[in-house]
C-alpha cells in the first residue's frame, strides 16, 4: 500500500511516500527555519502562509521522485494534531483535496504518534510493545505504547517541553533559533558540572517532569552575568544545562519500564539528537539490559515518512477520516480522532 503522507504541524512543511508502514520511497522536508530565525522562535501567521506556498508543489515531488503517479497512491494520511492550528490546517485542507479527488481513503495521524513511528522506519525488527520517550519542541511524554495504535500517557512534562527548554535556552545564550543543536555543540567543549542546576520531581507523581525551574535558572544565570559584566562559562553552562535535561528524561524512562516490564526503549523526536541524550541512554539501557530504539538523525525532526509510517497502522486499525476531517491544536496521544 503506498502512502501520501503529508507533515504541515510547525515550521516545517513535508511529503513523503511510504509503502506498507515501513519502506520510505521519497521524503520532501522543506524547512522554514531561517524565516522564522529573524524573530527568534516560530511566528504561526508565517508558518501557514508558508506552508500553503509550497504543499502542493512538495506533494507533486514525493509522487515523482518516488518513481509513481498518482494513480499509484493509495491513501492519503496528514498530520491532524497536535500543532500550530494554522499550519495543521493547510496540510489538513490539502490532503482532504488530494483524497478527494484522488478517490482515495484520508488517514489523519496524531504527529506525535508519528514520531514515534519513525523508528519503524529505521528498525524493521521494532514491533509493539514497547515504552517510549517523545520528545520534541512541543511535546514530552513518557508512552506506553502497547500495540501500533493503543497507547497509554505514563508521564509528561507539567509545563514546558523539552524542546522548548533548549530553545529558550539557547536564546538567552544569544544562540540561534532552533537552538537545540548550537546547544548540543556548545556543550561539547564544556563541563556538565560547572553550573549546579535544578532537576524538578514531581510529588505523588514519578514519572511526570517539569523543565520552567531548569530555563529560568540558566535565564537568571545568563542575565546575572551580563548584569555584573562578568564573563559567562558558556559552554559550561551548554553541558551543565543538557546533563539536568538528561537526568531529567532518562532515569524516569528507565524506572518506567521497568515498572511495565518492558525490555524495548525507544526514543523519538527532534530532541532525540541530542548527544548527551542518546549516549545516557545507551549507557543505562545496557546497564539494565535493555535494547534501545533511536532513530538516526535524519529522522528524529519533524518529516512525513514518520506519518507515512503511522498512517498505515492507522489505516489498518480502521481510523479513517471523511471530508469534515478537523485539525487539533492539542490532541492527548492516546485518543483516536473523532469520526
Ligand atoms: O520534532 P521536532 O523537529 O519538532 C516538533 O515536533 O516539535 O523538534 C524540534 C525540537 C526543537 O526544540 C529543537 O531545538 C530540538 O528539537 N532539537 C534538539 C537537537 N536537535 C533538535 N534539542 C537538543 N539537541 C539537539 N541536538
Redesign the pocket.
Known amino acids: 500500500m503506498n502512502i501520501l503522507a503529508i507533515e504541515s504541524?510547525?515550521?516545517?512543511t513535508a511529503a513523503a511516500v511510504v509503502r506498507d508502514g515501513r519502506t520510505v520511497l521519497s521524503s520532501e522536508v522543506l524547512s522554514q527555519a531561517d524565516m522564522h530565525a529573524l524573530y527568534g522562535g516560530v511566528v504561526p501567521e508565517i508558518a501557514s502562509r508558508s506552508h500553503i506556498t509550497v504543499i502542493s508543489r512538495l506533494a507533486s515531488s514525493a509522487v515523482e521522485k518516488a518513481g509513481l503517479t498518482k494513480k499509484d497512491i493509495d491513501a492519503i494520511a496528514v498530520a491532524a494534531a497536535p500543532?500550530l492550528i494554522g499550519a495543521l490546517l493547510v496540510g489538513v485542507n490539502f490532503a482532504k483535496g488530494a483524497a478527494m479527488s484522488l478517490g482515495v481513503p484520508l488517514i489523519p495521524v496524531h504527529?506525535?504518534r508519528g514520531?514515534i513511528a519513525a523508528n519503524y522506519l529505521a528498525y524493521p525488527e521494532l514491533e509493539p510493545p514497547f515504552l517510549c520517550l517523545a520528545?520534541?519542541?512541543?511535546?514530552t511524554v513518557i508512552v506506553d505504547v502497547r500495540d501500533y495504535t493503543d497507547m497509554r500517557i505514563v508521564g509528561a512534562t507539567r509545563d514546558d517541553?523539552?524542546?522548548?527548554?533548549?530553545?529558550k535556552a539557547?536564546r538567552v545564550l544569544g544562540l540561534p533559533?532552533?537552538?537545540?543543536?548550537p546547544?548540543?555543540?556548545l556543550a561539547q567543549g564544556g563541563d556538565d558540572k560547572a553550573f549546579k542546576l535544578p532537576r524538578a520531581k514531581i510529588d505523588g507523581a514519578p514519572y511526570d517532569m517539569s523543565f520552567s525551574g531548569l530555563k529560568t535558572a540558566v535565564v537568571n544565570i545568563a542575565h546575572n552575568a551580563q548584569q555584573k559584566g562578568e564573563k559567562l562559562d558558556e559552554a559550561g553552562l551548554a553541558a551543565s544545562f543538557?546533563a539536568a535535561?538528561s537526568d531529567t528524561l532518562v532515569p524516569r524512562t528507565m524506572a518506567a519500564a521497568r515498572e511495565l516490564g518492558r525490555k524495548n526503549i525507544v526514543v523519538?523526536?527532534?530532541?532525540?539528537?541530542?548527544?548527551?541524550?542518546r549516549a545516557d541512554f545507551k549507557a543505562a539501557a545496557e546497564k539494565e539490559g535493555c535494547t534501545l530504539f533511536v532513530p538516526p538523525?535524519k529522522l528524529?525532526?519533524?518529516?512525513a515518512a514518520m506519518i507515512g509510517a503511522q498512517g498505515y497502522y492507522e489505516f489498518l486499525a480502521g481510523h479513517t477520516a471523511g471530508s469534515d476531517l478537523n485539525a487539533y491544536a492539542t490532541m492527548d496521544i492516546s485518543a483516536d480522532f473523532p469520526v
Not at 300 to 303: L, R, S, V, Y
Open positions: 504541524s510547525c515550521d516545517e500543532g504527529h506525535v514520531h520528545i520534541s519542541g512541543g511535546n517541553a523539552a524542546g522548548e527548554c533548549f530553545d539557547a533559533y532552533p537552538g537545540g543543536l546547544m548540543d555543540k543538557a535535561v523519538a523526536g527532534g530532541v532525540a539528537a541530542n548527544s548527551r541524550i538523525l528524529c525532526g519533524d518529516n
